[in-house]
């Protein structure tokens, strides 16, 4: 079975928040318009919620207290046993991918599937593609050009934040984030690279600490030696998908103290 296809969080861990820092992601990106503007098609139901009492508007506007914002390590994706595919575009850029934006609760535990009512609509990302065949490529087996994965991270995640965000804001916010967020080089500024070394796990949640001003979630799998290597970088975004905040709880770590980053 595919990872794409469980999107589990695991079990969740409370930890204290470690800083205060702020980084809001509101200026431009070249390349990706921000998901909130002026001529934006309102979401499902905003015309609705208009109509209700403030407490009501508040009370559908927080199905969820946060997102997590999951980042995986294409090399550590295919170095294991059931190894990937690339997709039917090309072999990716070595580069974190996006796996998905993730409405979370407070209390580690999501919601899922919330709307079979809305399926994912190709036809709303067409001028997309070309950013979510570069940003969010599918490693599944057999081959695909990723229509099925984001279909299912839809389907299973976006759903569940479709009273804040429509089909094209949720996955714009998602594009939004990556631009803002480069782990890649972040990492290689701290002289953590793909390489095939073993890096301290402290090392690496301390350089993008140190970057960004949050903690990160890290989690790991096991290579076909039985490495543990560096997988995939959780953080946390507020539910807006809009602003980086601080995890109120992290996903159970299978890290060792020192990973291997492994080339792709």
């Known amino acids: 079975m595919s990872p794409y296809s469980s999107c589990q969080h695991g079990y969740a861990i409370h930890l204290p928040n470690a800083l205060s820092l702020s980084l809001y992601v509101g200026q431009h990106v070249e390349g990706v318009s921000h998901p909130f503007r002026p001529n934006m098609k309102l979401p499902r139901f905003s015309a609705f919620l208009l109509l209700l009492p403030l407490s009501a508007v508040a009370s559908t506007a927080h199905d969820f207290d946060f997102f997590y914002f ?16 690339y997709p039917s575009t090309g072999k990716p850029a070595s580069d974190f991918g996006i796996h998905g934006l993730w409405p979370n609760y407070n209390d580690g535990s999501y919601p899922s599937n919330c709307d079979s009512d809305w399926p994912y609509d190709a036809s709303e990302m067409s001028d997309l593609m070309g950013m979510m065949q570069m940003n969010w490529p599918t ?36 594009l939004y984030l990556k631009k803002q967020v480069d782990l890649l080089k972040v990492l290689q500024d701290a002289g953590i690279r793909p390489d095939g070394g073993f890096y301290s796990l402290r090392g690496i949640a301390g350089a993008i600490r140190e970057a960004i001003g949050y903690t990160p979630g890290i989690q790991c799998n096991v290579d076909e030696s039985g490495n543990r290597q560096l997988y995939q970088i959780y953080l946390c975004v507020d539910t807006w998908g809009k602003e980086l905040i601080e995890c109120p709880v992290f996903p159970r770590s299978k890290c060792s103290s020192r990973v291997e980053f492994p080339p792709f």
């Open 70 to 85: 999951v980042q995986q390590w294409p090399g550590s994706y295919c170095d294991t046993r059931q190894s990937c595919c």
């Open 139 to 174: 490693l599944a087996c057999p081959s695909g050009d990723g229509s099925s994965f984001w279909s299912h991270e839809w389907r299973k995640h976006g759903t569940c934040s479709e009273s804040l965000l429509d089909q094209r804001s949720y996955f714009q916010a998602a």
